[in-house]
């Protein structure tokens, strides 16, 4: 500060006394929400993502899934096994068969962590917006 100036660029930069939406415990999850959004940039896997959702709660058997998607049984399993391992899918065993469900906890993390950059701090986007649809 020099006379009655604050030297504003200092003042938030060292202090960090601006609000952010975005908790420590957010932050530090970033890596996990850049592996989820990775696993998902995929056109393949985005589309498993979202039929998964819309056969909320039962899921679907792997055959279903392929059917449904017209992904090759080898290929699909490449895509499930990468959707499990960043936890956006769970899987349990049903006899013979492998039935898949969206992890609908993790996805409503990753985007509660969207949201709150998105729409809490800066209101780029106005969450009416992202809720309703024309």
Same mark, same amino acid.
């Given at each position: 500060?020099?006379?009655?100036? +604050?030297?504003? @660029?200092?003042y938030?930069?060292?202090?960090?006394?601006?609000?952010? $939406?975005?908790?420590?415990?957010?932050?530090?999850n970033?890596?996990?929400? $850049?592996?989820? #959004?990775? $696993?998902? @940039?995929?056109?393949?896997?985005?589309?498993?993502?979202r039929?998964l959702?819309?056969?909320?709660?039962? @899921?679907? &058997?792997?055959?279903?899934?392929?059917?449904?998607?017209?992904?090759?049984?080898?290929?699909l399993?490449?895509?499930?096994?990468k +959707?499990?391992?960043?936890? #956006? &899918?769970?899987?349990r065993?049903?006899?013979?068969?492998?039935?898949?469900?969206?992890?609908?906890?993790?996805?409503?993390?990753?985007? @509660?962590?969207?949201? $709150?950059?998105?729409?809490t701090?800066?209101?780029?986007?106005?969450p009416?917006?992202? &809720?309703?649809?024309?």
């Amino acid at each position: 500060m020099s006379g009655n100036r +604050l030297d504003i @660029g200092s003042y938030f930069c060292k202090y960090r006394n601006m609000p952010t $939406a975005l908790s420590k415990k957010s932050m530090e999850n970033v890596p996990k929400y $850049a592996d989820m #959004l990775s $696993a998902m @940039g995929t056109e393949p896997r985005l589309r498993i993502v979202r039929l998964l959702l819309s056969a909320h709660p039962e @899921g679907m &058997v792997v055959n279903e899934i392929g059917e449904e998607l017209e992904i090759p049984g080898s290929t699909l399993s490449h895509h499930l096994e990468k +959707l499990k391992n960043e936890d #956006l &899918v769970q899987v349990r065993r049903e006899g013979t068969f492998l039935r898949y469900t969206a992890n609908t906890s993790a996805l409503q993390e990753l985007l @509660g962590f969207l949201y $709150a950059e998105c729409c809490t701090r800066n209101k780029v986007v106005e969450p009416q917006r992202i &809720v309703c649809c024309k």
